[in-house]
C-alpha cells in the first residue's frame, strides 16, 4: 500500500521507472505526490515515468493541483490511468 514516504522513496530510487499503479492508495496526498514529480527537488523519474495510475476508490485526497504537477514536471507522462479528473 503506498504513502507519502513511499512516493519519495520511489522518486529517488527508480529513475527509470516507467509505469506505477498507486490507484485506490488512501495513504497518498498532495505532498506525496509533489515528491514524485520532483517539482521541489528533481529526479530522473521525471524523464522516465508515463503510465501512473492514481484513480478509483481512495483517491479522494489526490487534488487538481497536485495532478497538475505531475503533468507539468513529469514530462513524458501520457496516462493517469483511472484518474476519473479528466475531460
Given at each position: 500500500?503506498?504513502?507519502?514516504?513511499?512516493?519519495g522513496?520511489?522518486?529517488?530510487?527508480?529513475?527509470?521507472l516507467?509505469?506505477?499503479?498507486?490507484?485506490?492508495?488512501?495513504?497518498i496526498?498532495?505532498?506525496?505526490?509533489?515528491?514524485?514529480?520532483?517539482?521541489?527537488?528533481?529526479?530522473?523519474?521525471?524523464?522516465?515515468?508515463?503510465?501512473?495510475?492514481?484513480?478509483?476508490?481512495?483517491?479522494?485526497?489526490?487534488?487538481?493541483?497536485?495532478?497538475?504537477?505531475?503533468?507539468?514536471?513529469?514530462?513524458?507522462?501520457?496516462?493517469?490511468g483511472?484518474?476519473?479528473?479528466?475531460?
Open positions: 500500500i503506498a504513502d507519502d514516504e513511499m512516493l522513496a520511489i522518486a529517488r530510487c527508480l529513475t527509470q516507467r509505469y506505477l499503479d498507486i490507484h485506490g492508495s488512501k495513504r496526498t498532495p505532498e506525496g505526490l509533489c515528491a514524485l514529480s520532483g517539482s521541489v527537488s528533481p529526479t530522473s523519474l521525471c524523464c522516465s515515468l508515463q503510465h501512473l495510475d492514481i484513480g478509483g476508490a481512495g483517491s479522494e485526497g489526490i487534488t487538481v493541483d497536485s495532478v497538475a504537477l505531475l503533468l507539468v514536471h513529469l514530462r513524458k507522462l501520457c496516462s493517469l483511472s484518474y476519473g479528473h479528466v475531460g
